[in-house]
């Protein structure tokens, strides 16, 4: 059963009781030290380059940790090298797309993009200008298939990038999916972005949409997020299939909650 198709018609932002919860994302991080054994379970990589995007007004040390476990699991791992995301500013997403198309050219194979947020938008745009060079694109918390406005860090966009979000947003066909494997990792308790923002429609059979248990500032540092990503990079070229969210004995069904629920 497919989820619904995602509109444009504007969702409320997260209410103020989730948005305090974000202050859970310490302890989500925190986590990982127990879960380590089991996320040390997760498929391993074949060596191929994944570029990871970090979200709005953070840096890639804010990425950081999820590289150091990716790259624990035999990926090769580079943040996006530009300082702050304060948006697509001038220059910003040619430097990226530049980034893509030269660890491409210089490995050989195509490249995975990791996304938290703001940083998901670029990877999901970027496969679509070169899917020629992306072997898959993984988002976490991302906005895309949502009213511009259903998030509660919209004002700050605008302040940090200079640039009206209703006339960016029109600019581009953001809930389009990019032309290869497609991964949106989302959270309904997310307290930033309205989950409903998160949902990909199917635009081609290689899309899915994966729950977590997460806060919008903790899903890139969330053990159940990690190894969602760790899964869905080890796959082989070309042989892409759905997230398996009962494996490992069936206790990941008591993880990653059913998507397609009411």
């Known amino acids: 059963m497919a989820l619904r198709t995602p509109s444009t018609a504007p969702h409320a932002p997260p ?3 989730l948005l305090a919860l974000e202050f859970r994302a310490p302890w989500e991080f925190g986590a990982v030290l127990p879960a380590w054994p089991a996320l040390q379970r997760a498929p391993r990589g074949d060596g191929h380059t994944v570029l990871v995007f970090p979200g709005l007004s953070a840096s890639d040390a804010s990425t950081l940790p999820l590289r150091r476990y990716l790259a624990s699991m035999g990926h090769d791992t580079e943040g996006w090298n530009q300082g702050f995301n304060f948006g697509p500013r001038a220059g910003v997403l040619e430097r990226a797309k530049r980034d893509v198309r030269q660890a491409c050219e210089a490995t050989g194979r195509k490249v995975s993009l990791v996304g938290w947020s703001l940083g998901g938008v670029y990877a999901r745009e970027l496969a679509k200008e070169l899917p020629e ?3 898959c694109v993984i988002t976490l918390g991302t906005p895309f298939s949502g009213h511009p406005k259903s998030t509660n860090a919209w004002r700050l966009y605008e302040l940090t990038s200079g640039r009206d979000i209703d006339r960016e947003h029109a600019q581009f066909d953001l809930p389009q999916a990019p032309p290869v494997p497609t991964t949106s990792v989302y959270s309904r308790s997310d307290g930033v972005v309205a989950w409903q923002g998160s949902i990909q429609r199917h635009d081609h059979p290689e899309i899915e949409n994966i729950e977590v248990v997460a806060s919008h500032f903790g899903i890139g540092l969330n053990p159940s997020a990690w190894f969602a990503v760790a899964d869905r990079l080890a796959q082989p070229e070309g ?4 997230f398996d969210r009962f494996g490992l004995l069936g206790l990941k069904g008591l993880i ?7």
Request: charged share 25%.
């Open 15 to 17: 209410s103020l009781a």
């Open 133 to 135: 060079c992306v072997r």
């Open 239 to 242: 042989g892409w299939r759905p």
């Open 256 to 262: 990653y909650p059913d998507p397609h629920r009411a």
